[in-house]
Structure formats: C-alpha cells, structure tokens
C-alpha cells in the first residue's frame, strides 16, 4: 500500500491522481449530499462570435458533422453525462500511468510524463467500450434520474441554428430545468438563433428531434 501510494504521488503521476481525488470527491458529494454541480451537460459543439450569436462549424452536415462534433458522439459525449465520460477516462488513464510507471521504474523520469498522450488514447478507447453499455440504460432517464419527458408539442428557443439537413440544438423549459437537446429543421427551412419552435417529431435513432418555427 505505502509502496502504491509513493507511484501515485510521484513526479509523473501526480496530475493524474490528483484528478482521480477530485472526481472522486465530486461523486462522493453527490452520493452523500445529492448536490448536483450541474456537469451532466457541456455545449461542446457550438461558436460563439463577437455579437454573442451561437452557431454550428461551417463543416459537416447531419450525416458526418465536424470532426470535432463527430468525435465526441462517437465517445458518447452527449448521450451521457460529460463527468461520467471524464471519470472513466481519468481512471483508466491513471491505471495505465501507474502500472507503466512502475514497471518500468520511471515514475519519477520525465518518459513517465511521455506515457500522458499514449495513455489518453489508450483511455478513450476503454471509455468509450465500458461506456456503450450505459448509453441506452441512461437513454431510459433524464439528467436527473426521473422518467423519460415527452418533448414532442413542446416549444424551444434556438440556441444553435438549423439550415437545410444541418443539425442545430434548442433549449426547452421543463418545470425548473432548462434541458438542452439536438433538433433539424424538418422542412429544411433555415431556422435562426433565439427563434421559437416546436418539437414535432423524434428521429428514428432517437438522437435529435425535428422542428419547426413557432408563431405564437
């Protein structure tokens, strides 16, 4: 044990578990408190330009999307909580650093530092294996655990506009919460930033919903 904690407190392997500590730190909270920091959530696939306007990349479309928007559904960020993503990559990262380390005896050379990049790739790829089990489990609840909201007849705001077979995302008011999902405009017709609209239908992957522009 005293052994394992000199690796895990070493020079290279410091960040890591320095990491670990606070993730874990942030679960215990909410296991014991239920206080929710509110990280179930990240706009990860929005610009946002001088006037405060919010747009998708001018790259990619419904099908493929910008690489960047590509690459995190395909580690499930946004089918799932980012912090839960961020959990399991952190630890499988940290197992890997110190395993290596230790093994190799350089946890306290700077080539223990040079196992960051291999060991996050390395980590991502586990994540995004021990996370596709979860992806339809938590599909079956909300961020907060209750039942799955019947969107459909309600009406958003626009927060990232819709063109043609270009995916955009809205906000919606539900009691409390403001809950954020994907949406296409359903005619193709351009749909702008702060606009109103409402939820017709969901898509067949259940990945997004489309929409059209709401007169009130």
Known sequence: MEELLQIAFAPANFILTLL???????????????????????DVDMDVDASGDLSKPET???????????????FHVGE???IFIITLVVFSMWLINV?????????????????????????????KVIARPFVKLYAMFNHKGEEPIDFIG????????????????IEIQVVKDVIKVYAKSIDGQPIQYNDT?????????????FVQKYQS
């Open 20 to 42: 670990l500590i606070i993730v874990m730190l942030y679960w215990l909270i909410v296991i014991f408190t239920g206080f929710d920091f509110d990280l179930a959530e990240a």
């Open 197 to 209: 609209v409402i939820v017709l239908e969901e898509s067949q992957d259940k990945k997004f919903f």
């Open 80 to 82: 799932l909580p980012v």
């Open 60 to 74: 990619g479309s419904i099908d493929d999307g910008s690489f960047w928007s590509a690459m995190l559904r395909f």
């Open 99 to 127: 395993n290596f380390t230790a093994i190799f005896g350089i946890s306290h050379n700077i080539l223990g530092f040079a196992l960051y990049l291999p060991g996050f790739i390395v980590s991502m790829l586990i994540t």
């Open 154 to 169: 309600k009406t958003g705001r626009v927060i990232s506009p819709m063109r043609e077979n270009r995916l955009g995302q």
